[in-house]
């Protein structure tokens, strides 16, 4: 089973909401990452949790605010979001964060709508 | 730095006719390389990998080479369906930098009935 599961499928906030994403693996997997997704992009890195700890910040805002309670579940809280923080929020786990070879599984992800 | 440069979409088809997107890469060592899909409103699929020089990955009808002598992975099938119409995406994780994913910008595919 290579599935990721994230909550909810869609969100829509407004800029003084306070809100959380959800994801979970249960392939026993050891990093997992968080990436945003603008329409018509590549995704962008913006987190890497490796072993529960967070190893990789890609210089996100503060506003974003990773959460690793255990080695299954990865949590994105959000807080005083902008407009043009809408998008397509994607969860991916791995084996391990430092093995070029291992394959990075992603989530179906959160379509975020702020506004 | 690490890069992946991919045919610019939409690539429009009709059912049965032959697909290649191309993908080449610049990275310094051996890069691991990787195909993945995404199909609308839905998150990426590993499509294939491979992660040596003169590897194939297939999977679905789909097959890529690593070609290092012209660094390049370029995606290919036979014969396309309207279900195959999805966004690609050529990565690449270099040895040098864990497994962080390099990607292209991606090329949308459109098969037509």
């Known amino acids: 089973d290579t599935e990721v599961t994230q909550t909810p499928k869609h969100l829509v906030m407004g800029m003084t909401n306070k809100k959380s994403l959800k994801c979970e693996q249960h392939m026993g997997h050891r990093a997992m990452y968080w990436y945003k997704q603008k329409a018509k992009k590549p995704p962008e890195l913006m987190f890497v949790?490796?072993?529960?700890?967070?190893?990789i910040n890609e210089s996100v805002p503060s506003r974003f605010s990773p959460e690793c309670p255990n080695s299954s579940l990865l949590n994105l809280h959000l807080h005083a979001l902008q407009p043009e923080d809408s998008a397509l929020y994607l969860c991916?786990?791995?084996?391990?964060?430092?093995?070029?070879?291992?394959?990075?599984?992603f989530g179906p992800g959160t379509r975020l709508t702020v506004l | 730095g690490d890069s992946v440069t991919q045919m610019e979409g939409p690539v429009t088809l009709s059912e049965e006719a032959f697909l290649t997107i191309n993908c080449t890469y610049t990275a310094t060592g051996y890069p691991s390389l990787f195909w993945y899909v995404q199909y609308p409103g839905e998150g990426l699929q590993l499509l294939l990998k491979a992660t040596k020089a003169d590897d194939k990955g297939s999977n679905k009808g789909f097959e890529a080479t690593y070609r290092k002598e012209t660094t390049s992975f370029h995606l290919e099938k036979g014969s396309v369906q309207v279900s195959d119409s999805a966004v690609y995406f050529c990565?690449?994780?270099?040895?040098?930098?864990?497994?962080?994913?390099?990607f292209g910008g991606g090329t949308r595919l459109m098969v037509k009935p």
């Open positions: 991916a786990s791995s084996q391990q964060s430092m093995i070029s070879t291992d394959t990075q599984y």
């Open positions: 990565a690449l994780s270099a040895n040098n930098a864990g497994n962080m994913l390099t």
């Open positions: 949790y490796s072993y529960e700890k967070l190893s």
